[in-house]
């Protein structure tokens, strides 16, 4: 894309100032229509060293009002706590959320090109980036988010040119580094690989765009007839549903509730020996993962009163505290609603070495949200392929993901509920909702029979607790984890 | 206080073990309460290297429900990002929110002892950390916290004996590093300065309990009766005023809002002379702070439709967008509402060399939470002090603090709301509750000059905007930003 990159010829001077005017009035009053429309922005600019990036992004938001954009600029290099996180973690905890833009200073490219150019990332890895960053850029696309992507090219002269100017002048020398040379010395094999990266990411949920940035003036006005038109798009598109995408990833068969057989039990003195002996190692193994920076994420879901809470807590009851955390899902806050329905889940993935553990977890999506409406038929039905995705790149940073369904029939629930209602120590613990929920039991029985067969993938499986004995389905649910983690730790 | 500790004589295993149990039951139970009296808990451990403070934290939290308290761990040193941010800002980023317990397995104490026994800070320097903790504890209980701080504290030969065994452990030897073996060769320097650091923070708001750590279980149950017995009084003042405390600053003279003279104005040729003057000025400015890392915090306050935005609007229009963020403070999300006032503007102070400029501000709480009851007399009595601490934190940490209202009179608001009623494109921009607010003028006026009174501060005084002529109010919104950041660069 960039080696054969024709440019289109520039316009007059006096041309390039009147259609940037105009088009920069266009932007100002596209910022209101995208707020109104509850449409999130994300603008990326990416491109060569010194191609005048930042000062045409000061031209390009000149007429916005700038209570309704932020500008991200994140370093190419990860910090060490980032580098203990999957890799689109620390750009997916940075997106806009609706209504608002958010330009990126260079995003997911620059650290993947340059770590490839410099022989830091092989083959393998590279390709495993790409396909993360394309899924990611559909996932935000097909959520409802504008993505614009920008490419800054300049040649090799140019480049030096500036470069050279910048470090002559006291003011500016800050702004050059090591890096930037780098690249210019290395100019054909950097092209070489944006070369490559443009075409690998060139999609049509968000195609790029490659500014001629040889002339600023000039380059701003490519990028704001580009970013309004996209605008426009989007606007029109606004609602539209996104294809539903055949599932690739490997399921493993999985049977209906219904068929669960749930007279599985334990006696109280086995229940004692057991729990003793998985808390013994539990308690190892958490040191072990924690030496060896292995991540973890356990996921809860279930009936109400299926005994989530007690089950939990048996987990963590051996764990160090200082190596886990326990995060309660509720209904989204206003400004996690206005996101990707999985950012709430990005921003509480653990650091490696930590365990995370989710009581309720985003396969609220099509539980809940299906059947109260809070999202669109298409939405929770693409859900499926994207939860799978979002498990996917978990795995593929090293993450034991590990996922319980706990299950119990519905004469148990009211047992239990009936009980809760009747005891003052446990009142709390019951709502209206919850009898609500109850009402809907069937409804809710599909939902959840088809999200076990469809997200039941070979990387993160569901596990199925029969909790009408609590005891058993936590010495089950102790011997999965500790098993989950003997085997991460092996290889 | 650490050098003449008077133990407490330890009663026989079986005692303590028993004991144990139930004050472990106890504050499970205690854990509900809390829950719903909704306080927020702050539990401190500090103390020597390897006198157990983890290893108790886990038999202290045994019984309680995983899903309501978290961990937090914060290194010693802070990282690149932490230094440039006041030095309370890391801590204050992680308090709780109410009805939720926080473990901090070490808190400010280590961070401001290490520093100062490695001769890293000056007594000066020190002499401020400790003014900040103190009023940071103090505010926290003010305004409804537990703070419950533990110093586990055991002898020279004991930690000795402790660390040679971590040691020579290979699970265990990754925990002991040199700086635990420099605390033990230094134990005497050590034991000096956290005896001062106890005796300087030893504050009726939050007291220290120093744990005889020798023997495990032992410090378990003393830090749970105390703990519980924290609880049981805190759930017992729930509610109970603060006394408000007597200004220590230095204030400047204001005039009430009614004497500010509005018939300032600027020709339409003046005008953009000055703005174009002070936009390359600026501009220049904005490069000198982000290479000397000076952070820089802009508030605007003001009536509805006196220009704040598009006064906000001409001091960023000259910024490099990738330096500076604006934040539209709109009413609390119910995270920001569970937690401490100004939590919600801690979290989005900027790091050094960048500028956060806020449209609407923490004086909320004495203007429309003060006027619509959304905290009580006592807690908006409170806060003119609160932050005026608060201010002169950045201030302390060398942040410019510039503090502007916007003014206008009522008839001229009246004349601006019609206008936005009846333009299409500015209707967004007016709601009832504008007009709502308007039928208040009077009680807000009120409420403002009071505000004004007591919040302008010598370190970070009120600027009034006469802004019935926008441009006027912009011309000298620029020239104060201006004169200030050149202030701030020639020190």
């Not at 005017?21 to 707020?35: F, G, T, V």
């Amino acid at each position: 894309m960039l080696k054969n990159f024709a440019r289109a010829s520039k316009p007059d001077k006096t041309e390039v100032k009147q259609r940037t005017n105009e088009e920069q009035a266009k932007l100002a009053a596209n910022q209101m229509r995208i707020k109104e429309a509850r449409v999130p922005v994300m603008v990326i600019f990416e491109g060569w060293g010194s191609s005048g990036k930042g000062s045409v992004l000061a031209k390009v938001i000149k007429d916005m009002d700038p209570r309704f954009f932020q500008v991200s600029t994140l370093d190419a290099e990860p910090t060490e706590d980032e580098r203990r996180h999957p890799f689109l973690w620390r750009y997916m905890v940075e997106i806009p959320e609706e209504g608002q833009f958010k330009f990126f200073d260079t995003c997911w490219m620059e650290e993947v090109t340059h770590e490839y150019v410099k022989g830091n990332l092989d083959r393998d890895t590279y390709d495993q980036r790409i396909d993360s960053i394309n899924m990611c850029e559909r996932q935000l696309v097909d959520n409802g988010y504008l993505v614009m992507k920008f490419f800054f090219h300049i040649g090799q002269k140019e480049q030096r040119r500036r470069l050279d100017a910048l470090a002559a002048n006291e003011n500016t020398s800050w702004r050059v580094d090591d890096d930037d040379y780098w690249e210019n010395d290395h100019y054909d094999d950097c092209l070489s690989t944006y070369d490559r990266y443009l075409r690998d990411t060139n999609r049509s949920s968000a195609p790029w765009y490659i500014i001629d940035a040889r002339d600023r003036a000039w380059a701003t006005l490519q990028v704001l007839e580009f970013l309004n038109t996209g605008i426009d798009v989007a606007i029109h598109n606004r609602g539209v549903s996104a294809p539903l995408r055949q599932n690739v990833f490997p399921l493993k068969k999985i049977p209906p509730l219904a068929k669960v057989a749930l007279d599985k039990t334990i006696t109280e003195e086995e229940y004692h020996t057991q729990l003793k002996a998985l808390h013994t190692r539990l308690h190892e193994l958490h040191n072990i993962i924690y030496r060896k920076r292995i991540p973890v994420v356990i996921c809860y879901e279930g009936w109400d009163a299926a005994g989530k809470g007690g089950n939990i807590k048996r987990i963590t009851s051996s764990l160090d505290p200082r190596g886990y955390v326990v995060h309660p899902i509720a209904s989204p806050e206003p400004h996690e609603k206005a996101r990707h329905y999985l950012w709430r889940f990005w921003k509480r993935l653990p650091r490696s070495g930590h365990i995370a553990i989710f009581d309720r977890t985003w396969y609220g999506r099509v539980m809940v949200e299906r059947i109260e409406g809070f999202c669109s038929e298409n939405d929770w039905q693409r859900a499926y392929n994207e939860m799978n995705e979002f498990e996917h790149e978990l795995v593929d940073a090293g993450t034991v993901v590990i996922k319980f369904w706990v299950q119990i029939d519905s004469d148990t629930q009211l047992e239990r509920f009936t009980d809760r209602q009747n005891t003052p120590e446990k009142q709390w613990k019951i709502t209206e909702e919850d009898w609500r929920n109850r009402e809907k039991w069937d409804q809710y029985e599909q939902a959840i029979d088809e999200m076990l067969r469809k997200t039941n993938t070979s990387f993160a499986p569901w596990h199925i607790l029969e909790s009408v004995d609590k005891h058993y389905a936590r010495i089950k649910a102790l011997r999965i984890v500790v098993e989950a983690l003997e085997k991460a730790c092996e290889e």
